[in-house]
């Protein structure tokens, strides 16, 4: 088959790691031809064209299967104003793709245990085998609710009754469609979905169950559970090894999924996808794939940074955009057979519980990643 995937690699360390998840995905997959399209967005696309998201960025992203991109923003804009910060791209690109669901992975890599900062029996707890391991997929709301209903401010600025508000509303049809793409994700794993929310508090909340309730029925080879986000984020650190699916809000995911990729160790290894609904005369749900992690000034131009959480990225593409399940696969068993080899950036380095560690750079990371696929 033939796939066009829209490359916006961005600023910092964003193109060194996107590089290598083109290649990944070009071996893994090479009964298939891809065609890239490399797209300015981000703080680079302010210097040449004077503007975040150019139009002509977002437009032929729109037409592309996918959209694989590296990460945006740096020193250098920050002092500019909101609507011109290369962060902003972000949210157009979410926007204008119309992705909705944000799927995040949070797993522990046997070979990095050492990373997490939770003690063996608190892994052990409540994980359905007693393994010392997690293995989660928290799907958030990604385009409604707080981030973007209305907002202000009121009274007399610098007095006693100023004030702020922003609002949290959630139609039936924002929630019903995020949830059945969690529920799909549900039966292709350990088949336990958890819907987290705060409905001992919020009418939304409420509403959200009320809906979640009647999807269900949909999807009953899955359990539905729900617990309040207090407690979900108490659960995550007490016993993260109870949890396969979870859904939930923009908000509430927004924090949660931050607190789960801390006990995976290190920012560099986690992928995201970001995933709408097909548009009429498409073959592919609209979706935008790319590691979780920023441009990482700090290291940029370095050799430094961890590609994986591209490489991962780029098999989450193949897996939910192209349905090429055996080659995403492929994908991540390299990538364990190159921890498993040892090798290890600079932020996994200090973590491994293994001996004869090889300390790589990007490049070298990379590499090895390539010659896994070709074994
Ligand atoms: P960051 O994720 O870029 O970096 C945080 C820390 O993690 C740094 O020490 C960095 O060196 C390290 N790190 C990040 N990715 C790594 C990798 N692949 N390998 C090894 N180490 C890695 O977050 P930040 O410093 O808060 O933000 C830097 C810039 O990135 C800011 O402009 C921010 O707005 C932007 N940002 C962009 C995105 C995105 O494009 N999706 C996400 C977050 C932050």
Redesign the pocket.
């Known amino acids: 088959m033939e796939f066009n995937i829209a490359v916006i690699a961005?600023d910092?360390?964003g193109p060194e790691?996107t590089s290598w998840a083109v290649k990944a995905v070009e071996k893994a997959a090479a009964a298939h031809r891809f065609r890239w399209t490399e797209l300015q967005a981000g703080g680079c696309a302010i210097d040449t064209a004077g503007e975040p998201l150019p139009a002509a960025t977002l437009e032929t992203a729109k037409a592309c299967d996918a959209v694989l991109l590296g990460?945006?923003?740096?020193p250098k804009w920050e002092t500019l104003p909101g609507h011109l910060r290369?962060?902003r791209a972000?949210l157009g690109l979410r926007a204008g793709l119309g992705v909705f669901a944000n799927l995040r992975p949070a797993t522990l890599f046997p070979e990095l245990k050492d990373a997490c900062p939770l003690k063996d029996e608190t892994l052990k707890a409540a994980h359905p085998a007693g393994e010392d391991s997690f293995d989660m997929l928290i799907v958030r709301e990604l385009t409604g609710g707080i981030y973007f209903g209305e907002h202000g401010r009121g009274g007399v600025e610098g007095a006693e009754d100023a004030y702020a508000y922003d609002t949290e509303k959630y139609s039936r049809f924002e929630i019903e469609r995020v949830l059945r793409f969690a529920y799909l994700a549900a039966q292709k794993r350990r088949r336990t979905l958890c819907m987290v929310d705060k409905a001992n508090v919020l009418e939304s909340s409420r509403f959200w169950r009320e809906v979640t309730a009647k999807i269900a029925v949909e999807y009953p080879a899955v359990e539905t559970s729900y617990m309040y986000v207090d407690n979900a984020a108490m659960q995550l650190i007490r016993a993260p090894g109870q949890f396969d699916v979870i859904v939930t809000s923009n908000l509430f995911g927004d924090i949660l999924s931050d607190a789960a990729s801390a006990l995976s160790g290190?920012?560099?290894m986690l992928a995201s996808a970001s995933l709408g609904a097909k548009a009429a005369g498409r073959n592919y749900p609209a979706g935008m794939y790319?590691?979780i992690?920023?441009?990482?000034?700090?290291?940029a131009g370095k050799d430094?940074?961890?590609p994986l959480?591209a490489i991962l990225s780029g098999a989450m593409m193949l897996r939910y955009s192209f349905g090429l399940e055996t080659e995403a696969a492929k994908i991540e068993r390299a990538v364990s057979a190159v921890l498993k080899a040892g090798y290890r950036?600079r932020?996994i380095a200090g973590h491994s519980s293994l001996g004869g560690i090889k300390l790589a750079g990007t490049r070298e990371m990379g590499e090895a990643v390539l010659a896994a696929l070709a074994g």
């Open positions: 961005g910092g360390i790691v990460a945006v923003g740096g290369p962060e972000l290190s920012i560099g790319e590691p992690h920023g441009s990482a000034p700090d290291i430094q940074a961890n959480a950036t932020d």
